[in-house]
């Protein structure tokens, strides 16, 4: 059985730094693609960013690029997110989330992963 297990939310001030992790069991993370979505109250999941494990490419959305870092270390089948210089506009639930098989083609569509995480909270506020 898949489980994907997000941990490291928290509160923290605009311009704050968080790392977010996602242990995955009963599942590799090497030779497929992995994510992170956000999402707000009453708005769509939003993709964060992706990884794809064999090739190690990265993939991000517009509004975190150049301040979020996604990765992955194979040997505790583990993602991460590092987040810095973070914003208000920041604040969501996050999700780890991650395909049966294949690349990160279309990375950012939610209904294209098969394994979903319970969720790690995320609040910027001063």
């Known amino acids: 059985r898949v489980q994907l297990v997000e941990s490291g939310g928290g509160s923290v001030q605009p311009g704050g730094s968080l790392r977010l992790s996602c242990a995955a069991s009963?599942?590799?993370?090497?030779?497929?693609?992995m994510a992170w979505f956000r999402q707000v109250p009453g708005k769509e999941r939003e993709g964060v960013a992706a990884?794809?494990?064999?090739?190690?490419?990265?993939f991000y959305g517009d509004s975190v690029k150049g301040r979020f870092t996604i990765s992955r270390d194979s040997a505790k089948n583990t993602m991460y997110l590092q987040m810095n210089s973070l914003k208000l506009e920041d604040t969501a639930m996050y999700y780890c989330?991650?395909?049966?098989?294949?690349?990160?083609?279309?990375?950012?569509?939610?209904?294209?992963?098969?394994?979903w995480g319970q969720g790690t909270q995320v609040t910027v506020s001063s």
């Open positions: 989330a991650a395909r049966r098989a294949g690349t990160c083609t279309t990375w950012d569509i939610r209904t294209t992963y098969s394994y």
């Open positions: 009963g599942y590799t993370t090497s030779g497929a693609c």
């Open positions: 990884i794809y494990t064999s090739g190690i490419s990265t």
